[in-house]
């Protein structure tokens, strides 16, 4: 199994201020035929379901504000919120796909406002 | 706009089998474009990909719980469901069902594969009682 841990597991960060969020995979979830990175993350506020955020690893789901952004690539991903807004406060999971048909979540990373 | 609403009890007791449907609506289940697929979220927890049906009934299940789970599909009502069996406390989570892409790649690993969760219900709390 592809274990995803992410990091920090808490993290307070001031209104209009940039968070940064890591999620780490145990192996590669990159193709190298495609160049693809099988990674997916996704907002989860309290009392809601997941939504998701970036496929691909960088690629903005439908509807998402331009403030959210995902890099990274093998290993190794970042999500960037450029300007936290209060509406922004949630648990954020990455999620690996790359082990077809099987996927598996990181523990999740908890945003508040400082 | 696609919705999906899970429905079934709250409470099972233990060693019973949970069951639960996912009806969605604002969209055909019947689509060649998605797989359907059942998570879970114990309380205070992450998230655990239980498994997912295509309209063919074709299926895949998480290792970990493919000896107690089932899935089916019935695309004449645009639902699927999910049987886990011989329950105990530690399966008391929130479930979800949610649309998984099934996309098509020449180059990828596989030609036709599952990838991430693009809309997801609003989840049910079911627990399990002793």
């Known amino acids: 199994d592809i274990v995803m841990t992410q990091s920090p597991d808490s993290l307070a960060v001031s209104l209009g201020e940039r968070a940064t969020l890591n999620c780490k995979s145990s192996?590669?979830?990159?193709?190298?035929?495609?160049?693809?990175?099988?990674l997916a993350w996704y907002q989860q506020k309290p009392g809601q379901p997941p939504k998701l955020l970036i496929y691909?690893?960088?690629t903005r789901a439908s509807g998402v504000p331009d403030r959210f952004s995902g890099s990274g690539s093998g290993t190794d991903f970042t999500l960037t919120i450029s300007s936290l807004q209060a509406e922004d406060v949630a648990v954020y999971y990455c999620?690996?796909?790359?082990?077809?048909?099987?996927?598996?979540f990181g523990q999740g990373t908890k945003l508040e406002i400082k | 706009q696609l919705q999906l609403q899970e429905s079934g009890p709250g409470l099972v007791k233990s060693p019973e089998t949970l069951s639960l449907t996912c009806t969605v609506s604002g969209g055909s289940i019947n689509s060649t474009s998605y797989y359907w697929g059942w998570l879970r979220q114990p309380p205070g927890k992450g998230l655990e990909w239980i498994g997912s049906i295509f309209r063919t009934g074709d299926t895949y299940y998480n290792p970990s719980l493919k000896s107690r789970v089932t899935m089916s599909v019935d695309t004449s009502k645009n639902q699927f469901s999910l049987r886990l069996s011989s329950v105990t406390a530690a399966d008391t989570a929130v479930f979800y069902c949610?649309?998984?892409?099934?996309?098509?790649?020449?180059?990828?690993?596989?030609?036709?594969?599952?990838?991430?969760?693009?809309?997801w219900g609003q989840g049910i709390l079911v627990t399990v009682s002793s």
């Open positions: 999620q690996q796909y790359y082990s077809n048909p099987s996927n598996t």
């Open positions: 691909w690893a960088s």
């Open positions: 192996q590669t979830v990159l193709y190298s035929s495609n160049r693809k990175n099988y």
């Open positions: 949610a649309r998984q892409i099934y996309y098509y790649d020449s180059r990828g690993p596989i030609p036709r594969a599952l990838a991430y969760f693009e809309s």
